[in-house]
Structure formats: C-alpha cells, structure tokens
C-alpha cells in the first residue's frame, strides 16, 4: 500500500511591508512522502513571498504540468511559475513560455541550482530570478516544523523575520539573475 501525503496546516499572519501585502492566511500543505520538510518550508516562504489574488500550490512534487507554486488572474491565464528546489531548463523553458513571471526559490547553494542552466534554452532567462535565504535557515525552520503550525511572516528591505510556533528566525531574502 502507498504512503499518502501528510497535511500541515499553517495560520499565518504576513506582512511583507516591500510589497505593502498584509494577510491572514490559513493553509493547508499536503507534503508528499518523498518531500522534505526543508523543501515544504520552502515551498511555503515562496508562496507567502509570492502572495497575491489567484496564487495557488502546485498539484505536487509528482507533477510535471505545475510548479510548486502558481498564480493566474480571472481569466485562468498564468501569471506567475514559482518553482522551488532544482528545476530543469526545460521546466523552467516550460513555464516562461506560459507565465508573465518566472522565479525559482532555492533551499540550498544557489549556485549549485544555477550551474546546470548553463548553455541551456530557456525562454526569457534573462528575467528569471532565484532566490535564496542564508544558510541553515530553511533546515532549522524544517526542525521547527508541527502537523498545525502557527506562523507570523514579516518582510522589510529584503530582511525575513519568521517566528514559526514560539520560535524567531531571520534570513535577508537574496536575488540573483538566472543567467
């Protein structure tokens, strides 16, 4: 019989004062059982850092037609591929030909998840941008993880202040081009 997925549920309070975006969010996270806790977390932060009207989860690690994150507008029209981790070239060819934006968030060494992309095609890779939070970060916000998690998510000049059940973590959110 196959393992099925564990859902995690978060009440999050965010504020991400560079984009003027203030919500109460409730979510519910199914982390598949092949899925790590450092990349749900992840996959989390780019969500909330990502948040606007029509985002959603991707249909799950095992898909290849979403990313971890999506947004459309009214009309169902892709506005923003959000992939999380490692993607291919292809993927993210994929979803630059299909979105107006393309980001990656990364929960490890972004230079290790930039250097297959060399020499590669990919639509519009100039706009891509990968982001990145300081080490340890991501897997010490892993450990703090429960199956009902209380999270308040504050974001200032680039600076993230996460205080994840009782417990404060900061990392500056980093940027770099794709190519």
Same mark, same amino acid.
């Not at 977390?41 to 690690?61: H, K, M, N, P, W």
């Not at 205080?163 to 794709?178: E, I, M």
């Given at each position: 019989?196959?393992?099925?997925?564990?859902?995690?549920? $978060?009440?999050?309070?965010?504020?991400?004062?560079?984009?003027?975006? +203030?919500?109460?969010?409730?979510?519910?996270?199914? #982390?598949?059982? =092949?899925?790590?806790?450092?990349?749900?977390?992840?996959?989390?932060?780019? +969500?909330?850092?990502?948040?606007?009207?029509?985002?959603? $989860?991707? =249909?799950?690690?095992?898909?290849?037609?979403?990313?971890?994150?999506?947004?459309?507008?009214?009309?169902?029209?892709?506005?923003?591929?959000?992939?999380?981790?490692?993607?291919?070239?292809?993927?993210?060819?994929?979803?630059?030909?299909?979105?107006?934006?393309?980001?990656?968030?990364?929960?490890?060494?972004?230079? #290790?998840?930039?250097?297959?992309?060399?020499? #590669? #095609?990919?639509?519009?890779?100039?706009?891509?941008?990968? $982001?990145? $939070?300081?080490?340890?970060?991501?897997?010490?916000?892993?450990?703090?993880?429960?199956?009902?998690?209380?999270?308040?998510?504050?974001?200032?000049?680039?600076?993230?202040?996460?205080?994840?059940?009782?417990?404060?973590? =900061?990392?500056?959110?980093?940027?770099?081009?794709?190519?």
């Amino acid at each position: 019989m196959a393992i099925g997925s564990t859902i995690h549920t $978060f009440a999050v309070q965010l504020a991400d004062m560079d984009r003027g975006v +203030y919500d109460d969010l409730a979510l519910r996270v199914a #982390k598949h059982p =092949s899925e790590t806790d450092a990349y749900m977390v992840t996959r989390l932060l780019a +969500y909330c850092l990502e948040y606007v009207d029509g985002i959603e $989860f991707g =249909s799950g690690i095992s898909s290849t037609d979403e990313p971890a994150v999506i947004a459309r507008d009214l009309t169902g029209a892709v506005t923003a591929w959000i992939e999380v981790g490692a993607p291919d070239a292809e993927r993210l060819h994929h979803g630059s030909r299909l979105a107006e934006r393309v980001a990656v968030y990364a929960h490890r060494d972004p230079v #290790k998840v930039i250097a297959p992309w060399a020499g #590669k #095609k990919i639509y519009n890779a100039e706009a891509i941008e990968v $982001f990145s $939070f300081d080490p340890g970060f991501v897997d010490h916000a892993a450990g703090l993880l429960e199956r009902r998690n209380a999270v308040t998510l504050t974001v200032t000049e680039r600076q993230l202040y996460l205080d994840l059940n009782g417990t404060t973590l =900061s990392s500056a959110v980093h940027a770099r081009p794709a190519v």
